[in-house]
């Protein structure tokens, strides 16, 4: 799973955008306190995935430009 800078970005924005929905809803009495944290337990996992992912990739890129600096 890896996917370029600017999906992770999109990605991000999204998950974002679904944790505000959840604020709301959990203002607005439409989320229930179990509802609410299970809903914040899925935003988390899904940040620190995408993070993950993230430094994968510039780990991957620091090594291939460290290879070419070598030849």
């Known amino acids: 799973m890896t996917a370029a800078p600017v999906d992770l970005v999109s990605d991000m924005q999204a998950i974002e955008d679904h ?5 709301w809803m959990r203002m607005t009495v439409q989320l229930s306190e179990a509802e609410w944290s299970e809903h914040e337990a899925i935003t988390m996992s899904a ?6 992912d993230g430094m994968k990739q510039l780990g991957r890129r620091c090594l291939l430009e460290g290879a070419v600096e070598l030849v």
């Open 19 to 23: 944790w505000h929905e959840g604020q």
């Open 47 to 52: 940040l620190i995935v995408l993070g993950l």
